[in-house]
């Protein structure tokens, strides 16, 4: 697929699997991504697979993601990982502002912000997650609400960073429902998120940023949402936690 933007498709775990079985897991995609070149693969275990999971797919085309951060750094924060834990094991990338955890644990705008600053500020790219519920997309409002999260999940970022955050871009009512947003659809709200980025820093540093849709994606509708003029890539939920399904979305979105 010949796009604008390299594609980049990554699996969030959430909280699943053991050390074990997430070894078990990278084992089977690196043989079966090995060839891959033409997308950025990246897998988001749980805190406590990623030394695991790190030492596994060295020298491989694999990449590793975090699914959360705190907003400091070293220091009396009980409970949070800081930025530079993550660099210990090679992360490279981190989820943030995922609307389960916007949900659940209330997390704002502005501390996904303050994460997103945190995340480049240590060389790490953050994936920013935003998306609607399905009673905003039923009361007409999903522009105005993704509008709001993007500008305050991005809020202070200098335009390089910007250009180096990846955005997914995940309508709620999709997620783990079996509901995917339609191709046109999906590519409806990322060419409005690029609108989006162009008012805030210009039409070179939006093109240069990815957007990846997210929301039950699977094999059988990779393509057609990655064939999308503004979908540059997945974030994939259920279909990541087994080889077949994962390496599937990855193959037939090339
Ligand atoms: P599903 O692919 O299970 O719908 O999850 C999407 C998601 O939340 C990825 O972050």
């Known amino acids: 697929m010949d796009k604008e933007r390299k594609l980049i498709i990554a699996g969030n775990w959430k909280c699943n699997k053991t050390v074990a079985e997430s070894l078990a897991l990278v084992a ?4 079966e991504l090995a060839a891959v070149k033409e997308v950025d693969v990246v897998v988001c ?18 990449r590793l993601g975090a699914q959360n951060m705190g907003d ?3 220091g009396a924060f009980t409970g949070e990982i800081a930025p530079g834990m993550l660099k210990e094991f090679s992360v ?5 502002g995922h609307s389960e955890r916007r949900q659940f644990q209330k997390e704002s705008d502005a501390l996904i912000a303050r994460k997103a600053a945190a995340a480049h500020g240590a060389n790490l790219i953050p994936i920013v997650c935003v ?11 999903t522009n105005p609400v993704v509008e709001t999260q ?3 999940s991005l809020a202070g970022l200098s335009a390089e960073q910007v250009e180096r955050t990846v955005i997914a871009y995940e309508p709620v009512w999709a997620i783990g429902t079996g509901k995917t947003a339609t191709s046109a659809q999906a590519q409806e709200v990322h060419a409005f998120i690029r609108g989006v980025l162009v008012g805030l820093h210009g039409d070179a540093v939006a093109r240069r940023v990815r957007i990846q849709y997210g929301g039950s994606v699977k094999p059988n509708n990779a393509r057609e949402l990655m064939s999308q003029p503004d979908v540059d890539g997945a974030l ?5 936690l087994e080889v077949r399904s994962f390496a599937d ?3 037939n979105s090339i």
């Open 72 to 74: 400091n750094g070293y």
């Open 150 to 152: 993007i500008k305050g």
């Open 131 to 141: 998306g609607e519920t399905l009673a905003e997309r039923e009361a007409g409002i």
């Open 249 to 251: 979305i990855v193959k």
């Open 45 to 62: 275990p749980a805190f406590t697979a990623l030394e695991s999971v790190s030492k596994a797919i060295l020298d491989s085309n694999i």
């Open 92 to 96: 490279g990338y981190v989820i943030l």
């Open 236 to 240: 994939v939920g259920g279909a990541s």
């Open 28 to 31: 089977d995609l690196r043989r």
